[in-house]
């Protein structure tokens, strides 16, 4: 593994140096998969869109410049618009993801198989009660709570002023108290009860 | 539990193998992508797209004088010959997209594009999206990448070894695989605006380009996947190369007060201001 900072290795794929963006993937391709994964519910899905926010960033490595040493919180960003934009991003791949190799077999013992069945299960019930939030407060939320970005992090992650992120952080908290106290927020009580009952709040 | 990352299912690794699979795909891509350069600087190269060029022309003319048979050409060889932009005409291209995210959600964007007949080279165009300003771009035939700063009224550029520029023509290049592919349906006649038209659908069904019935032009195109899809509106012109429609493709001209700044490292603010979310 290549012990150049992210941002000296972004200097080098600024100009075109592949190798050095295989070293960002191997670096960054976990927590990026993780949050895609936690974001839509599906391990598959999430590899998918991983490929996606790499070859996104690729396509824009000329238009950023790396305001801090890792090149997480911009590959965040980048995966929270190609969530967004899914559908466009597919389009533009559409060639490239049709060159992407097909796994000749499943890779996964038996348990990790069933651990990760279980995961969708559960991540679909939590994100059942979270996709009520406004998106940009699920944005907010997901990347300083679920995945640990700091305030300054998830700013340039979303392209946002501090001062917004914090403040949506804030009301998204809120929010979501308010989901799980049910107060108003859940439609006839039910989506409240199944929350609680299977203790997602 | 929403609040508290220690409640989320755990974090996983990509399997080693598919790690590596998506490494190198990714790595094949991006070499594929970064080894890309102009055709057209290259005098063979251009000799022989020109001649190419012409040789569609006169083959797009001969299907719709009738030469190859007495039922005309398909429906499918008039929407390919409608792709076919000749050089000496500009090609005015407008897209409105929309994408279905399937939870009841969606996002929309615009792009309207000026290009010189099918060349890569000479395009200018405007891309809005719902949330941000529209952005104004243009590549030359120079070989500069071009964006132009309402704020401070100056157009910055730079040379095709500092700029990143999409091609114009993904959508072309997708239109044209599919009429290729020698597995599109035709699948009848539907109105569009007033307009008659037909659909020409993937053998898998997941894609959809609506066409003019009698020139092929393009209407609208659409893709389906799990759970939403993508469509898009479009209106395609082709203009002649009159002096006032070239202006169309040059972002000078369209801007003709606006100074000229070439500093690469200004280029790049420029683009990151233009296209603040990448």
């Given at each position: 593994m290549n012990n150049a900072s992210d941002r000296e290795l972004w200097d080098n794929i600024v100009e075109g140096d592949t190798s050095a963006f295989g070293d960002i993937f191997e670096r960054h391709a976990r927590p990026v998969y993780n949050y895609l994964f936690r974001r839509c519910g599906n391990w598959a899905t999430a590899e998918d869109l991983a490929s996606l926010v790499f070859l996104e960033a690729w396509r824009k490595r000329r238009r950023i410049s790396l305001?801090?040493?890792?090149a997480l919180p911009f590959l965040f960003g980048v995966a929270t618009n190609v969530l967004r934009n899914h559908r466009r991003a597919e389009f533009r791949y559409r060639s490239a993801l049709e060159r992407m190799p097909l796994p000749?077999?499943?890779?996964?013992?038996e348990d990790e198989l069933v651990g990760r069945l279980a995961d969708e299960l559960k991540m679909r019930e939590i994100l059942g009660v979270f996709s009520r939030l406004p998106k940009r407060e699920q944005d907010v939320l997901s990347l300083?709570?679920?995945?640990?970005?700091s305030y300054e992090e998830a700013a340039t992650a979303l392209d946002l002023p501090v001062g917004t992120v914090r403040s949506r952080l804030s009301r998204g908290k809120a929010r979501l108290r308010e989901l799980c106290a049910g107060s108003?927020?859940?439609?006839?009580?039910s989506a409240k009860s199944q929350a609680e009952q299977e203790g997602i709040c | 539990m929403l609040m508290d990352p220690h409640q989320l299912p755990e974090q996983r690794d990509l399997p080693d193998r598919r790690l590596h699979a998506r490494r190198e795909h990714l790595l094949s891509e991006t070499s594929r992508r970064a080894e890309?350069?102009?055709?057209?600087?290259?005098p063979l190269v251009r000799g022989t797209a020109v001649a190419v060029g012409l040789a569609v022309v006169v083959l797009g003319v001969l299907s719709l004088v009738n030469v190859?048979?007495?039922?005309?050409?398909s429906i499918v060889g008039k929407a390919q010959a409608a792709l076919e932009v000749p050089a000496n005409l500009v090609l005015h291209f407008k897209t409105a997209g929309t994408q279905?995210?399937?939870?009841g959600t969606s996002v929309s964007w615009a792009d309207e594009t000026w290009q010189l007949?099918?060349?890569?080279q000479s395009w200018r165009r405007i891309e809005t999206s719902s949330d941000v300003a529209p952005a104004e771009t243009a590549h030359t035939g120079q070989g500069y990448s071009q964006v132009y700063d309402p704020a401070t009224n100056t157009i910055y550029q730079a040379s095709e070894s500092v700029s990143q520029t999409d091609s114009p023509d993904t959508f072309k290049a997708e239109a044209m695989n599919l009429l290729n592919s020698?597995?599109?349906?035709?699948?009848g006649h539907v109105a569009v605006d007033g307009r008659d038209a037909m659909r020409i659908v993937s053998a898998d069904g997941s894609l959809t380009y609506i066409v003019d019935?009698?020139?092929?032009?393009?209407?609208e195109w659409q893709t389906k996947g799990a759970g939403g899809g993508v469509t898009m509106r479009l209106t395609f012109e082709k203009l002649p190369a009159l002096s006032d429609n070239l202006k169309l493709v040059d972002l000078v001209s369209q801007h003709p007060g606006a100074a000229l700044d070439s500093d690469p490292q200004h280029y790049r603010d420029a683009v990151a201001r233009a296209f603040p979310k990448g």
């Open positions: 305001t801090h040493d890792s000749q077999e499943s890779t996964l013992d300083c709570v679920w995945m640990g970005l108003g927020h859940m439609s006839s009580g | 890309r350069r102009p055709l057209f600087r290259r190859f048979g007495s039922n005309g050409p279905d995210n399937g939870d007949g099918s060349s890569q020698g597995s599109a349906k035709v699948d019935a009698k020139t092929g032009e393009p209407i």
